[in-house]
Each structure stands twice: as structure tokens, then as C-alpha cells.
């Protein structure tokens, strides 16, 4: 007769996404992982240096019973990289039906036309700066016990760092993001304008970065690092897609010594 296995650890035998609900305290967190709602606690549960906060992202391990094993942030790069990618599976997907459609042709004479009108250089550097602005890591914050966040550039020139508590600074753009959006959006309005000082609308993107960067830096830099205070070690670094949003906003500011187009 053969004897009983001995009881040991439960095996991690899934992984998936969820959001975090409710933040543990007095009592459990609560976790929403599909439809189905989930306790956890923080203690041997949680594995990242972040600490938790509601909405959170996260990646989720699951026993073999179904208790959650494991929790750690997923980190809002990979989370933007992802819905980029399902925004352009949707995007192709729509246009694959598109131009199988009676009205197609037209549709695809008109495109040419504000391509050409635009220009391929202008248009290339606007959809370039548009991705790398709102879905590639730009900047990279240390918090020191919060731990390390990694944002995209348009999130990071809306941090507001006197807010969000023991989660991080919170992102809220209001007015300045209004702005920011229109001269963005200007070097793909600027040949639709007949006036030849129009042009001068391609530096905007650059200009506007310049001023938000430097106005971001600034403001953080009085938290992080106080006047009359000993160095803390904390501080932020641009990262690539920071860097290549300023490329291709230099590429549209070069525009401006093209010759104004005429009508």
C-alpha cells in the first residue's frame, strides 16, 4: 500500500491580467481578474518596489487552486506598447475592409491628395512624434521608497508631483494639454493655410516641448531635490522615446525653411 503524498506549496499555474480595486488595509485588497473579483494581501503576495493603488495594472500568478500566488505592476510602457498594438491590428483590419468597399477608390484619391499636400516628410515626422509622445517610454523617475516609473513624454509634461501620495505623482495635462494638442496637430493644418507665415506653425511641436520639458523639470526638481537640502539620490532621466519625440520635432521645426507652398 502505497502512502499518501505529503502536502506541499501549491503550484503557480496561471498568469494573467488584473486590476487592482481596492488597496489592502485593515483588510484584504480586492483584485478584478476577468469577471471574477479576488482577495489579496501584501505579504509574500506582492513583488514589486511600487507600492499598490487603485486602477493599477497588473500581472497576476494564480495557483493551482486559484488563490492569487503573486502580484507585480506592469510596467505603463508595456501597457501603452500593448494598445498600440491592438490599435493598429484594429486600424489594419478596418482599412483591409476598407478598401474593399465600392467607395474605396475615391476614399484612397482624396488620401493622395492631402499626402501630397502635406508632404511625405512632414506627415512621416508628424505620425513619428505622435507614437513616440504617447506610447514609447520617455522619461524615467526615481522615487526613491515608491520606487522607479517609467512614463511616456506627454504623461510625464503632465506629472503633477505634489499629488498621488505613496502611488506617485499623478498625470493631469488641463489647459496646457489643450495647447500642447494644437501644436502638435499644427504642422498637418499648416499647408491647408495660404498665408506664407503660416509655415512658422511647423516649430510649434518643438517649441512646445522645449517649454513643457524644461517647466516639468523645474517643478520636479523642487520636490525631488529641495533648496538647502542635502542631495537625496532622486532624480529622472529621458529615455528613447523622449529622444526621438524631439527628433521628429526638430525634422517638422526644419520645415520652416522650406518655401511656403503656394495655392
Partial sequence: MSAAPLPGPKLVTTKVRGNIIKVPDATPGLLMVGTNQKQFTLEGIWK????????????????????????????????????????????????????????????????????SRIGVITLGASVVLWIALSFMTGYKIDLGFIGSQSYTLWDFIGLNVNAGGMTGPEVSHGFWGLIGIVCLLAPVIVPFISNPLAKFGNALPLVYLGIAILIEKSSINKVLQPAGVPDTGLGFTMQFGGYLSLLAALVLAAMVLKPARQS
Fill in 48 to 115: 514589486s518596489v511600487t507600492a499598490p493603488g487603485p486602477n493599477q495594472t497588473v500581472n497576476v500568478e494564480l495557483d493551482d487552486a486559484g488563490n492569487v500566488a503573486g502580484i507585480s505592476v506592469v510596467d505603463p510602457a508595456q501597457i501603452a506598447r500593448e494598445r498600440l498594438s491592438e490599435i493598429s491590428n484594429k486600424v489594419g483590419g478596418a482599412l483591409g475592409d476598407f478598401t474593399k468597399s465600392p467607395g474605396a477608390a475615391n476614399a484612397q484619391d482624396i488620401l493622395r491628395k492631402m499626402v
